[in-house]
């Protein structure tokens, strides 16, 4: 049962990219299977740093085979132009290293520009999306008026099918948003480009990857945002539109439930946000400029892909029970430990309060979190700088009280710890 998942625990840029950075090493696929481009890692090979929004990490390692499945939706423009900038990098980017669902869906002008006039509307009860057009692509998708991935092999026919797409999306764009139409002749133009240059790329995902898992190979899936972003499970309705939780790396590669080994949950040491929605354990003022940093190094809480300022505040564990109970995650990664230095004490949110009560868990899923105040456990802090620490031995007694506090509340192990931004700054728990 060689597949293992990697899921983001919060609200997405839990570091993700690092865990499956460490772990392609020995998977020979590396698949995502949900979201677009509105997730975004950093990956630093040697002295190159690579931004990607959606071609998955396993491609910088020459071994494994990157993979899109179904469950995403795919900017055929943003894809073309990472594979440009890793093929400029020198990173092999044949179709046999890349294999792209033909059940994936398309993101068109259409979509971008449907998302703006969205949000704009929406007004001060904006979501604080990414502008990527994902929900609108997913709209597409549930409708039934989607394209696919396929729709691509027959260039007549789809330059047909885009042209009919973006003239159906201006009537809402100019008749509901009252802006500008798309020129629907010149995207079927571009896409019937994009088409010609990624057709070699599309493949039955879902069958390459059951006949590997069967054969015994491993496959690495790539959650993208976060289990509070989950558009059933998550903090409705500030979401994002697909299912980045556990079941749905099965729905978005195709995948029987049976090959799953370890579902792997990563949390940050703290909390962050990035858009609008409840967070009970907000913070403002000194100790929020302490975990978002100043914005200066890359690993400062501002997000990869859009550059705003994320929310942050203290560890909900509250939430993150819920999220090792939606997930199944047998095990936890516990990232920017270090950022906790400095601060004592330090504050986790173990229960809530509503009217008067308080409640170990929620009742009805983090839906309306806006309700609850949380309850917190003080904990003592440290003062060391922890960044060369690589073994448990090595943290500083506060700090290993922290990370037994999370195995105590959330009732798995933690396996590894991030304390610092380099590839080699962890502490791996036996
Ligand atoms: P959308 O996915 O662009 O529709 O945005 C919906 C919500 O999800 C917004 O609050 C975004 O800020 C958030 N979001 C989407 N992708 C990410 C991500 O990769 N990291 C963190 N937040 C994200």
């Given at each position: 049962m060689p597949l293992d998942i990697v899921i983001g625990t919060q609200w997405g840029d839990e570091g993700k990219g690092r865990v499956v950075d460490l772990l392609a090493g020995s998977a020979d696929f590396v698949a995502r299977y949900n979201g677009g481009d509105n997730a975004g890692h950093t990956v630093t090979v040697g002295d190159r740093i690579f931004k990607l929004h959606l071609v998955p990490s396993g491609i910088l390692h020459p071994h494994s085979v990157a993979v899109i499945g179904n469950g995403l939706v795919v900017n055929p423009a943003v894809l073309l132009e990472e594979l440009e900038t890793l093929n400029n990098a020198g990173v092999d980017v044949s179709p046999d290293r890349l294999r792209l669902s033909y059940a994936a869906h398309l993101i068109t002008p259409a979509h971008l520009a449907l998302d703006r006039a969205q949000e704009l509307a929406r007004g001060k009860s904006n979501i604080g999306t990414t502008l990527r057009g994902i929900g609108p692509a997913y709209v597409s998708k549930a409708s039934r008026q989607g394209l696919r991935m396929e729709a691509m092999l027959d260039v007549d026919t789809f330059a047909d099918a885009i042209r009919a797409h973006i003239e159906d999306a201006n009537r809402m764009l100019t008749g509901i948003f009252h802006v500008e139409p798309l020129d629907a002749r010149a995207v079927a133009n571009q896409f019937v480009d994009y088409a010609r240059r990624l057709t070699p790329y599309i493949a039955d995902v879902a069958a390459v990857l059951s006949d590997a898992l069967a054969a015994g190979r491993r496959v690495l899936a790539e959650g993208a945002q976060g289990t509070l972003l989950d558009l059933d499970h998550g903090t409705y309705p500030f979401v994002t539109s697909s299912s980045p939780v556990a079941g749905g790396a099965l729905i978005g590669l195709g995948l029987?439930?049976?090959?799953?080994?370890r579902v792997i949950g990563v949390t940050k040491a703290f909390q962050t946000r990035v858009g609008s929605g409840p967070f009970p354990t907000e913070l403002d003022g000194e100790t929020a400029l302490h975990l978002r940093g100043s914005g200066s190094q890359p690993w400062d809480e501002y997000g990869t892909t859009t550059g705003r300022p994320r929310r942050v505040g203290w560890l909900d564990l509250v939430l993150l029970r819920y999220a090792v109970r939606v997930n199944g995650l047998t095990e936890l990664v516990v990232s920017k430990l270090d950022i906790l230095s400095g601060l004592d004490p330090l504050f986790v949110c173990s229960a809530y309060r509503m009217d008067g009560k308080t409640i170990p868990d929620l009742p009805f899923g983090p839906g309306n979190l806006a309700r609850f105040e949380p309850v917190y456990t003080q904990l003592p802090g440290w003062r060391?700088?922890?960044?060369?620490?690589?073994?448990?031995?090595?943290?500083?007694a506060a700090a290993r009280s922290y990370i037994l506090t999370i195995e105590e509340q959330c009732g798995v192990p933690v396996r590894l710890i991030s304390v610092g931004p380099e590839r080699d700054q962890i502490v791996v728990i036996d």
């Amino acid at each position: 049962m060689p597949l293992d998942i990697v899921i983001g625990t919060q609200w997405g840029d839990e570091g993700k990219g690092r865990v499956v950075d460490l772990l392609a090493g020995s998977a020979d696929f590396v698949a995502r299977y949900n979201g677009g481009d509105n997730a975004g890692h950093t990956v630093t090979v040697g002295d190159r740093i690579f931004k990607l929004h959606l071609v998955p990490s396993g491609i910088l390692h020459p071994h494994s085979v990157a993979v899109i499945g179904n469950g995403l939706v795919v900017n055929p423009a943003v894809l073309l132009e990472e594979l440009e900038t890793l093929n400029n990098a020198g990173v092999d980017v044949s179709p046999d290293r890349l294999r792209l669902s033909y059940a994936a869906h398309l993101i068109t002008p259409a979509h971008l520009a449907l998302d703006r006039a969205q949000e704009l509307a929406r007004g001060k009860s904006n979501i604080g999306t990414t502008l990527r057009g994902i929900g609108p692509a997913y709209v597409s998708k549930a409708s039934r008026q989607g394209l696919r991935m396929e729709a691509m092999l027959d260039v007549d026919t789809f330059a047909d099918a885009i042209r009919a797409h973006i003239e159906d999306a201006n009537r809402m764009l100019t008749g509901i948003f009252h802006v500008e139409p798309l020129d629907a002749r010149a995207v079927a133009n571009q896409f019937v480009d994009y088409a010609r240059r990624l057709t070699p790329y599309i493949a039955d995902v879902a069958a390459v990857l059951s006949d590997a898992l069967a054969a015994g190979r491993r496959v690495l899936a790539e959650g993208a945002q976060g289990t509070l972003l989950d558009l059933d499970h998550g903090t409705y309705p500030f979401v994002t539109s697909s299912s980045p939780v556990a079941g749905g790396a099965l729905i978005g590669l195709g995948l029987g439930i049976g090959f799953v080994e370890r579902v792997i949950g990563v949390t940050k040491a703290f909390q962050t946000r990035v858009g609008s929605g409840p967070f009970p354990t907000e913070l403002d003022g000194e100790t929020a400029l302490h975990l978002r940093g100043s914005g200066s190094q890359p690993w400062d809480e501002y997000g990869t892909t859009t550059g705003r300022p994320r929310r942050v505040g203290w560890l909900d564990l509250v939430l993150l029970r819920y999220a090792v109970r939606v997930n199944g995650l047998t095990e936890l990664v516990v990232s920017k430990l270090d950022i906790l230095s400095g601060l004592d004490p330090l504050f986790v949110c173990s229960a809530y309060r509503m009217d008067g009560k308080t409640i170990p868990d929620l009742p009805f899923g983090p839906g309306n979190l806006a309700r609850f105040e949380p309850v917190y456990t003080q904990l003592p802090g440290w003062r060391e700088d922890i960044q060369s620490a690589r073994r448990w031995e090595d943290l500083p007694a506060a700090a290993r009280s922290y990370i037994l506090t999370i195995e105590e509340q959330c009732g798995v192990p933690v396996r590894l710890i991030s304390v610092g931004p380099e590839r080699d700054q962890i502490v791996v728990i036996d």
